[in-house]
DNA sequence: GAACATATTTAGAATAGTTCTAAAGATATA
DNA sequence: TATATCTTTAGAACTATTCTAAATATGTTC
């Protein structure tokens, strides 16, 4: 499911989006994009701390901020936790969360229909679904 | 919309719900029940503060968990803030967040039809939509 | 590549929202 | 009234995140 970048690849990504490519950032942005899934700050910075000579918190929360602004991540704030979870699919989509694990899983936006009833003054610029449940083995 | 309570409505609600009817529990729950519109703690406590001898920060943090815990109440946290929203609403129910006002409104469980096509190992306990947009005067 | 400007990283302090602690006060029960 | 149980409280503690300001790295110009 996740992609596989080469540290070119990724300096490329953050180029164009305007980010300079350091090391700390090329290496949370392998964890991020090719790695985690829907991953929170303290996350990638335990991965980073494991991963990498040495690298601050500052650092992490900088460039999970970078990113999200760059527009290569977005910042979820889900009802289970209040810890920010970072989800590198940059589409509109829903989620489902399996309170037994956990997990977070991307629903794509073409599998799920939403229609309302709302009264004309309601202008809608976007529509989130949550589901929560388990998902059997 | 907001219901109206006397006192000793809001007394009996309490009790019925295993809640010692505390002084300041009653006019928190005056102020939740039929007055504010899906408030944070701080605004709870801002009211409260303004509207009683005394109280701490504490005893309205206490209240609203035990609100919730007892069932009167909903917490709920969304995308746009890290504050717990409390709700009085305690339905099934969605919610379309105005971000030009920052008010969020309810929006009845049976306006809304979510249709999905997820595999069959996702079962579902809740659904829960947010629209996100502005609402015109 | 030296000199300079700009951007990034860092440790640690600060902040925001909430919970915890433990002592004092209130309420219910006998 | 005595006693047990709950609730309230001030302030400390905690968690997630941001800020500060100094050190380091990177990019740019000659
Ligand atoms: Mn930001
Ligand atoms: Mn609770
Ligand atoms: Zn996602
Ligand atoms: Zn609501």
Redesign the pocket.
């Known amino acids: 499911m996740k992609i596989s970048l080469t540290p070119q690849e990724i300096e490329k990504r953050l180029m164009d989006a305007g980010?300079?490519p350091?090391?700390?950032?090329i290496a949370i942005c392998r964890y991020v994009l090719c790695e985690a899934d829907h991953p929170?700050?303290?996350q990638v910075k335990d991965w980073a701390q494991q991963n990498l000579d040495?690298?601050?918190?500052?650092?992490v929360?900088?460039?999970m901020?970078a990113l999200v602004d760059a527009g290569l991540l977005r910042a979820l704030r889900l009802p289970h936790t209040?810890?920010?979870i970072y989800d590198d699919n940059i589409e509109d989509h829903h989620h489902f969360f399996d309170e037994e694990t956990g997990r977070l899983y991307d629903l794509p936006e073409e599998q799920i229909d939403v229609r309302s009833k709302l009264p004309k003054k309601f202008k809608t610029n976007r529509v989130e679904v949550l589901f929560t449940g388990k998902v059997e083995d």
Request: glycine share 0%.
């Open positions: 980010v300079q350091t090391l700390q950032r929170t700050a303290e040495k690298i601050s918190q500052a650092t929360y900088n460039t901020n209040e810890k920010v």
